[in-house]
């Protein structure tokens, strides 16, 4: 990066002009650490090591992409409703683990080294196994968490490695929530043609519109997604694209009246400002022998 130069502390930089840009640790709700990485252009992310959970993307020129609930939970076995919660080694209750897995109730280990990669701050975070997570899940794995910072792009990778004996298999999904002005004037393009289960009535169905608006609760698997999604938020002028690698499916969640209501982490008339669509891996688990990795990305652009 030119015009910056490093300062005290590792990972943060400063503008030529004097704005400091780079990574800073900070204390977030509840004193929970978090790391907030800066990037020249004005684009901001913040990242609790709590979950290795991303709860703010600014890029430049916009405004906030991602919501957070204002009944929002920080810390404890708790998830943070809202931001992009890391689903890992289970998705939903589809399995015997916790709803979700444990990777988002987690404390993660913030991997502080080289932070910038040409035109994008990133960092990264662990998890491996604990006694607490093989309590529940008897096998050793290093989890890794890479979020990296462009101008309007915001890249979440997940990297999973098999450091055990054993073959083991998981699911997963970065399950992002987006912030719309209302749910009801957005569109989701492209997801036309493909095939999902349809989790509020049980079928298994394809999409048949172009554009999937959402008027009620939505829990949609959509199987062998394409790459790319684009959400348009009319009202919020916002136009975001999605695109996956790694993950072949893809979530779409809304909860709607009814469902929002029985959510004590989540205000009763959020659904209208929030929808999740979900780079995801469900259909078919990822198996992985010894020493083995496999890896998932999801990356966000703002379209100004
Ligand atoms: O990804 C969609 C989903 O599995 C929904 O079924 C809904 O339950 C949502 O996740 C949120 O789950 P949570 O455990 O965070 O309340």
């Known amino acids: 990066m030119q015009g910056l130069q490093r300062i005290d502390s590792p990972g943060q930089l400063r503008l030529s002009t004097g704005k400091a840009v780079g990574i800073e640790r900070l204390e977030g709700v509840n004193s929970l650490p978090k790391l907030r990485l800066s990037h020249p252009s004005g684009s901001v992310v913040e990242v609790y090591l709590h979950g290795a959970h991303v709860t703010s993307w600014i890029p430049a020129g916009g405004g906030e992409v991602l919501f957070r609930s204002r009944n929002a939970s920080f810390g404890g076995n708790s998830s943070i409703r809202g931001g992009i919660p890391v689903v890992f080694p289970q998705f939903a209750d589809e399995g015997p683990l916790p709803k979700h897995g444990f990777a988002r109730t987690q404390e993660w280990t913030w991997l502080e ?10 960092v990264s975070l662990l998890l491996q196994e604990s006694p607490a997570t093989q309590a529940i899940w008897p096998y050793s794995f290093q989890t890794r968490i890479s979020v990296h910072l462009a101008e309007h792009e915001l890249t979440t990778e997940l990297e999973v490695t098999n450091t055990g004996g054993e073959d083991f298999a998981f699911t997963s ?48 698997i959509y199987w062998n997604a394409p790459p790319e999604v684009r959400i348009q938020d009319v009202g919020g002028g916002h136009d975001i694209r999605v695109r996956s690698a790694g ?3 893809m979530v779409v969640w809304n909860p709607w009246k009814e469902l929002a209501r029985t959510l004590p982490d989540f205000d009763d008339q959020e659904y209208l400002e929030m929808v999740c669509v979900e780079a995801a891996q469900i259909g078919v688990p990822v198996t992985l022998r010894p020493g083995a990795a496999w890896r998932g990305s999801q990356l966000l652009r ?3």
């Open 113 to 122: 080294g080289d932070s910038f990669d040409g035109d994008t701050i990133q």
């Open 173 to 220: 999904a970065l399950h992002t929530y987006f912030r719309v002005a209302d749910v009801r004037g957005s569109a989701i393009f492209g997801l036309g043609g493909v095939a999902y289960r349809d989790k509020v009535t049980g079928e298994q169905r394809v999409e048949s519109e172009p554009l999937l608006t959402i008027s009620g609760e939505v829990d949609r």
């Open 247 to 249: 993950f072949a499916d």
């Open 302 to 304: 703002l379209n100004l």
